[in-house]
């Protein structure tokens, strides 16, 4: 008997799919088809597959060709199936001719042409992509439009900037189509807005674009203070509009992990949550009253680290800020925050260096995140005994926004209000933190 074995998403199964099924299968006598998992398709930056594990694999059931269906959950995965399964031949179709000659070492390699004309790429499209305009022509906006690139079905057509010479300098240097200085000529060509200007004009940006139902990914800290933010939130919930706060690391495999490792109970009770972000800058707005300082800059990801490991149910608030001028704004700060039943510190720098570390530590263990941990890679969950470790490793790719443009577009396809990735009361929770943080520092310096 020659046994045969693909590997596929499978998303929104088609007629090319079918196609290569029929052929895979008349290559032998028993065909296994092997569906991806979302973590495998993440991790190989396949990022907005339209249907679950589930749905995909019934797909394939429902084809009627596959004798056996296993499911691809790890890079490498397949020498082991081929020795496991007794495989005679590998199939896949002309898009990776080459790509799989090492199997060749275990059963011959078979490619078959691909179907033309059609994809599941194409499919998820069908609806048209989303036509993304970017306001803002920092660093930020730029490494966003590099990012969207890895998306699909999304598109940047333009960039709005104060400065039509900047927002022009921009278009060209990143080939959009438009670059406009009037925000509202921006919203009547796009379908969401990603805004990167500068903090305090965040609001008044996401409230003119949820007005006219453009959705919003907003650059953190969203606004300043928790009632902008709330009121933002009522307002697109009201006119049924995504808005979202681009805090990239809550969307990213490594960090959702390490949140639901430290939830799940091995390291006991959470009771403290350590956190520091610092990134020295030496000019620029980062430096100027009233918006700028590290807190407003950065502090957002500590937070981000606490809400998620503690909650948003914080008691009090106490901040520590170094001013080394008066009227300048604070260069270092630490920001204590009381919970009923526990206690997390958020540390944020633009004129100290620190490690950036985080450590969550429990009744039983704590969960150690090297630095950059908002770029979660790699954990480890430590013990009294130092047998029980236990480390975890995942991919962050890129600069890691493109995770945060795959689930803002996932929402707006999908009529996604919120995200269990961040929720809107996590969102307003940091904002709430960030704003007292910011109202009633203890100076030192
Ligand atoms: N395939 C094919 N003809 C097509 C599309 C896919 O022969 N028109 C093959 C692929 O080469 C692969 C298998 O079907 O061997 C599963 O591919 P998958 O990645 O699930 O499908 P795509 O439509 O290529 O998906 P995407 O657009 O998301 O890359």
Request: hydrophobic share 40%; charged share 25%; net charge negative.
């Given at each position: 008997?020659?046994?045969?074995?693909t590997?596929?998403?499978?998303?929104?199964?088609?007629?090319?799919?079918?196609?290569?099924?029929?052929?895979?299968?008349?290559?032998?006598d028993y065909?296994?088809v092997?569906?991806?998992?979302?973590?495998f398709?993440?991790?190989?930056?396949?990022?907005?597959?339209a249907?679950?594990l589930?749905e995909?694999?019934?797909?394939?059931?429902?084809?009627g060709?596959a004798?056996e269906?296993?499911?691809?959950?790890?890079?490498?995965?397949?020498?082991?199936?081929i020795?496991?399964?007794?495989?005679d031949?590998?199939?896949i179709?002309?898009d990776?001719?080459?790509?799989f000659?090492?199997?060749?070492?275990y059963?011959?390699?078979?490619?078959?042409?691909?179907?033309?004309?059609v994809?599941?790429?194409?499919?998820?499209?069908?609806?048209?992509?989303?036509?993304v305009g970017?306001?803002?022509?920092?660093?930020i906006?730029?490494?966003?439009v590099?990012?969207?690139?890895?998306v699909?079905?999304?598109?940047?057509?333009?960039?709005?900037?104060?400065s039509?010479?900047?927002?022009?300098?921009?278009?060209?240097?990143l080939?959009?189509?438009?670059?406009?200085?009037?925000?509202?000529?921006?919203?009547?060509?796009?379908?969401?807005?990603?805004?990167?200007?500068?903090?305090g004009t965040?609001?008044?940006?996401?409230?003119?674009?949820?007005?006219?139902?453009?959705?919003?990914?907003?650059?953190?800290?969203?606004?300043?203070?928790?009632?902008?933010?709330?009121?933002?939130?009522?307002?697109?919930r009201?006119?049924?509009?995504v808005?979202?706060?681009?805090?990239?690391?809550?969307?990213?495999?490594?960090?959702?992990?390490?949140?639901?490792?430290?939830?799940?109970?091995?390291?006991?009770?959470?009771r403290?949550?350590?956190a520091?972000?610092?990134k020295?800058?030496?000019?620029?707005?980062?430096l100027q009253?009233p918006?700028?300082?590290?807190?407003?800059?950065?502090?957002?990801?500590?937070?981000?680290?606490?809400?998620?490991l503690?909650?948003?149910?914080?008691?009090?608030?106490?901040?520590l800020?170094l001013?080394?001028s008066?009227?300048?704004?604070?260069l270092?700060?630490?920001?204590?925050?009381?919970?009923?039943?526990?206690?997390?510190?958020?540390r944020?720098?633009?004129?100290?260096?620190?490690?950036?570390?985080?450590?969550?530590?429990?009744?039983?263990?704590?969960?150690?995140?090297?630095a950059?941990?908002w770029?979660?890679?790699?954990?480890?969950?430590?013990?009294?005994?130092?047998?029980?470790?236990k480390?975890?490793?995942?991919?962050?790719?890129g600069?890691?926004?493109?995770y945060?443009?795959?689930?803002?577009?996932?929402?707006?396809?999908?009529?996604?209000?919120?995200?269990?990735?961040l929720?809107q009361?996590?969102?307003?929770?940091?904002?709430?933190i960030?704003?007292r943080?910011?109202?009633n520092?203890?100076?030192?310096?």
């Amino acid at each position: 008997m020659t046994r045969v074995i693909t590997y596929g998403t499978f998303d929104l199964f088609h007629e090319g799919h079918r196609r290569l099924l029929e052929r895979a299968k008349a290559l032998g006598d028993y065909l296994i088809v092997a569906v991806t998992t979302e973590n495998f398709d993440d991790a190989r930056g396949k990022l907005n597959v339209a249907q679950s594990l589930m749905e995909r694999i019934q797909n394939v059931r429902d084809s009627g060709l596959a004798d056996e269906i296993i499911v691809e959950e790890y890079e490498g995965q397949k020498v082991n199936d081929i020795q496991r399964h007794r495989v005679d031949i590998f199939a896949i179709g002309s898009d990776w001719v080459g790509k799989f000659d090492y199997l060749n070492d275990y059963c011959k390699v078979v490619y078959l042409e691909r179907t033309k004309g059609v994809s599941s790429t194409e499919l998820r499209n069908a609806g048209g992509v989303l036509k993304v305009g970017v306001v803002g022509s920092g660093r930020i906006a730029a490494r966003f439009v590099a990012e969207a690139r890895f998306v699909s079905g999304v598109s940047i057509e333009a960039v709005c900037s104060r400065s039509l010479e900047s927002a022009q300098r921009f278009a060209a240097k990143l080939e959009l189509e438009t670059a406009v200085a009037d925000f509202d000529e921006l919203l009547q060509s796009v379908q969401a807005i990603y805004i990167a200007s500068p903090h305090g004009t965040h609001y008044d940006y996401a409230k003119r674009a949820i007005k006219v139902g453009v959705h919003v990914l907003c650059e953190k800290p969203m606004t300043l203070t928790k009632a902008q933010t709330v009121e933002l939130f009522e307002l697109a919930r009201e006119r049924k509009v995504v808005l979202l706060e681009a805090v990239k690391t809550a969307f990213s495999p490594g960090f959702q992990r390490m949140v639901a490792v430290a939830r799940m109970g091995f390291i006991g009770r959470i009771r403290s949550v350590d956190a520091t972000f610092t990134k020295l800058v030496d000019s620029g707005r980062e430096l100027q009253a009233p918006d700028g300082g590290s807190i407003s800059e950065l502090a957002t990801y500590p937070l981000l680290a606490a809400v998620k490991l503690i909650g948003t149910d914080f008691t009090d608030v106490h901040t520590l800020s170094l001013r080394p001028s008066a009227g300048g704004v604070e260069l270092f700060s630490r920001i204590d925050i009381k919970y009923p039943h526990a206690i997390a510190s958020a540390r944020s720098g633009i004129g100290v260096k620190a490690e950036g570390d985080l450590v969550v530590a429990g009744e039983h263990g704590y969960i150690y995140v090297p630095a950059p941990w908002w770029k979660t890679e790699y954990f480890e969950m430590r013990f009294e005994d130092s047998q029980d470790n236990k480390r975890y490793y995942y991919k962050f790719d890129g600069d890691g926004l493109r995770y945060e443009l795959a689930e803002f577009a996932y929402m707006i396809r999908n009529g996604v209000l919120e995200s269990f990735k961040l929720r809107q009361e996590e969102s307003i929770a940091m904002a709430d933190i960030l704003e007292r943080a910011r109202a009633n520092p203890e100076y030192f310096g």
